[in-house]
């Protein structure tokens, strides 16, 4: 059941500590469907309201901010990341060999 997943897509995002970021894949790949990238990012747009889930830590594996309707969340979302220290690359690129989660299970 779809829903399902995004509660465990929710779960797994909240893991992701202050600092580091995880790609769509990566959070997919972790939760035994590395095809599911995408309904991933499709669970975090659909994130209701007054959910605690730092949605922000989340990127492409390009370590890029992805495209949003109206592009104002790409800002909010860089601005939130560069609060936790996360450092862009003069292309907007976060690098991944230094912020990305490397989760435990």
């Given at each position: 059941?779809?829903?399902?997943?995004f509660?465990?897509?929710?779960r797994?995002?909240?893991?992701?500590?202050?600092?580091?970021?995880?790609?769509?894949?990566?959070?997919?790949?972790?939760?035994?469907n590395?095809?599911?990238?995408?309904t991933?990012?499709?669970?975090?747009?659909?994130?209701?309201?007054?959910?605690?889930?730092?949605w922000?830590?989340?990127?492409?594996?390009?370590?890029?901010?992805?495209?949003?309707p109206?592009?104002?969340?790409?800002?909010?979302?860089?601005?939130?990341?560069?609060?936790?220290?996360?450092?862009?690359?003069?292309?907007?690129r976060?690098?991944?060999?230094?912020?990305?989660?490397?989760e435990?299970?």
């Amino acid at each position: 059941m779809i829903t399902n997943f995004f509660e465990d897509v929710y779960r797994i995002v909240r893991m992701i500590p202050a600092g580091h970021v995880a790609t769509y894949g990566q959070i997919a790949d972790y939760l035994g469907n590395p095809r599911a990238a995408r309904t991933v990012g499709w669970a975090l747009h659909s994130m209701p309201g007054g959910k605690d889930i730092p949605w922000h830590r989340v990127i492409n594996s390009r370590g890029r901010i992805s495209p949003s309707p109206g592009g104002h969340r790409a800002a909010q979302q860089r601005a939130m990341l560069e609060d936790e220290g996360i450092i862009f690359d003069e292309t907007g690129r976060v690098d991944l060999q230094r912020f990305q989660w490397r989760e435990t299970r």
